[in-house]
């Protein structure tokens, strides 16, 4: 059973601080990447942050200088710190991971952004 367990989210005003967690859990071996990805009704799911098993990363402009993706020793939990927060990051924030089959590449359920003018 491979489950990625997320936490965090919730409502914050402009300019606020909140932190994402997700942890890989169950039988999931050699992860190639984790991060973050974000939705909002109509549109497309979009990058928001991603880092691989080498510390290399990568962000979306939107987000760049603001955001910041860390991951653990162990490569199985990764933590999306997100500071100087708009009304546009407003979104639901899932949580993706790319590993070694029968893995492979695995989703979050979701967890809701909300960021008040």
């Known amino acids: 059973q491979v489950q990625l367990v997320e936490s965090g989210g919730g409502l914050v005003q402009a300019g606020g601080s909140l932190r994402l967690s997700c942890a890989a859990a169950?039988?999931?071996?050699?992860?190639?990447?984790m991060g973050w990805y974000r939705q909002t009704p109509g549109k497309q799911r979009e990058l928001v942050a991603i880092?691989?098993?080498?510390?290399?990363?990568n962000y979306a402009d939107s987000v760049k200088g603001r955001f910041t993706i860390s991951r653990d020793n162990a490569g199985r939990t990764v933590t999306l710190q997100m500071n100087g927060l708009k009304p546009e990051d407003t979104a639901v924030y899932y949580c993706?991971?790319?590993?070694?089959?029968?893995?492979?590449?695995?989703w979050g359920q979701g967890t809701q952004v909300t960021v008040s003018s």
């Open positions: 880092i691989s098993s080498g510390g290399s990363t």
């Open positions: 993706y991971c790319s590993a070694q089959v029968p893995a492979g590449a695995r």
């Open positions: 169950g039988s999931i071996f050699n992860i190639y990447a």
